[in-house]
């Protein structure tokens, strides 16, 4: 497993993190026995950086964590505030209630300061208004977290949270179907920053498999029964925000434009890694034999250039005019 420094902590992450929403709630039922086997198989394949939130299953993929940290491992874990159903938006972000989420997860972490805490998708009225900044500052500087940054739905979003000179990371949907953070420049910028970024949905929640077909079914807690249309939370962060016809089609699209003999969610994974401004990917896994495909990515030889070209081209024309909420 290869790394790359994460600025503001002064530390080398594994360049394939871990994404542990699956390890909360909304992606069907995951055993505390299967959690427990995706973090160990993650720590021996190298990874070093786990993505979680408090609102992941109200606390349970950080208290799953928790239990992973207790055998001595000292990975980076990153977890988000905002997004607690108690109280919820708007009230999430006024400073006592973000600071008792914050203890939460410090808690439930069992650590005694938090590496990384990301604003959580806030909405943008919410995100730009700035206050949501200056209690994080505030809490860092009161000892409960090393660094803070901010998961965004769009480059706009993520602009704006640019300008705070000490945010630390910037949490992103970016892949071979959602191209814009590279092609606008974003990425280079955050980089030029010492910003960290770290990719999520880097598979757009399992289709980039290429496993799926018409009458696939998920369960019924499962984010891509119920959200596939934006009814529980943001549109782009089921299936890349493609609806579920057009999300199948372009697959067989992007099928033959990657590299044979790789398992395409290695493949679309090693895309994302090919650009350097990228810290760390963080696929989710509900399965530990994902979790070693996925370190894989990183021992990939790195695409040429005329395979991004016929990528990006394939994404300008035959993805991106239908991906919904990427702006
Ligand atoms: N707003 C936010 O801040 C936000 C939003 C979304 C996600 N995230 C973070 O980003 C992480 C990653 O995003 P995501 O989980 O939504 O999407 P993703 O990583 O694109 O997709 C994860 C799903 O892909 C499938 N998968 C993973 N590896 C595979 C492999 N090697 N072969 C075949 N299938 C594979 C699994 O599906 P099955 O379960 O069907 O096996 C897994 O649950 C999350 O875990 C979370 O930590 C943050």
């Not at 874990?77 to 109280?87: L, W």
């Not at 990301?118 to 977290?145: I, K, N, V, Y």
């Not at 994302?272 to 896994?285: E, F, N, W, Y």
Request: hydrophobic letters at 45%; aromatic letters at 8%; charged letters at 20%.
């Amino acid at each position: 497993m290869r790394t790359r420094l994460f600025p503001a902590l002064s530390r080398e992450v594994s360049e394939v993190g871990l994404g542990c929403w699956q390890l909360g709630a909304e992606w069907g039922d995951v055993s505390d026995a299967q959690a427990a086997t995706v973090l160990q198989t993650a720590h021996e394949h190298g990874i070093t950086f786990f993505d979680t939130a408090d609102v992941y299953g109200r606390g349970r993929s950080e208290r799953r964590l928790q239990a992973f940290l207790a055998a001595g491992h000292r990975p980076v874990v990153a977890t988000k505030v905002g997004r607690f159903p108690d109280p919820g938006l708007p009230q999430n972000v006024a400073f006592e209630v973000m600071r008792r989420h914050v203890q939460a997860s410090r808690e439930r972490l069992g650590v005694p300061i938090l590496d990384l805490v990301q604003l959580h998708c806030l909405p943008r009225d919410l995100l730009f208004a700035g206050a949501a900044f200056a209690h994080l500052r505030r809490l860092r500087e009161d000892g409960l977290l090393r660094a803070w940054g901010a998961s965004v739905e769009s480059v706009a979003e993520a602009e704006r949270c640019l300008q705070e000179p000490d945010c630390a990371s910037l949490q992103i949907i970016f892949s071979v179907l959602r191209q814009t953070p590279a092609v606008s420049g974003l990425l280079d910028r955050a980089a030029a920053r010492g910003v960290a970024v770290i990719v999520r949905l880097p598979l757009a929640s399992g289709l980039l498999a290429g496993n799926w077909r018409p009458d696939t079914k998920f369960a019924a807690d499962d984010h891509r029964t119920f959200n596939r249309d934006g009814a529980a939370f943001h549109v782009g962060e089921t299936f890349a925000g493609l609806p579920w016809e057009r999300a199948l089609a372009v697959v067989e699209g992007v099928r033959p434009l990657l590299p044979v003999g790789v398992p395409m969610a290695v493949a679309a994974m090693r895309w994302v890694l090919d650009h350097p401004a990228v810290t760390t990917v963080i696929p989710g896994a509900t399965k530990p034999t994902q979790v070693v495909a996925n370190a894989s990515a990183s021992t990939v030889a790195p695409f040429g250039a005329e395979r991004h070209q016929r990528l990006r081209e394939y994404w300008r024309t035959e993805v991106q005019p239908f991906v919904r909420g990427n702006d």
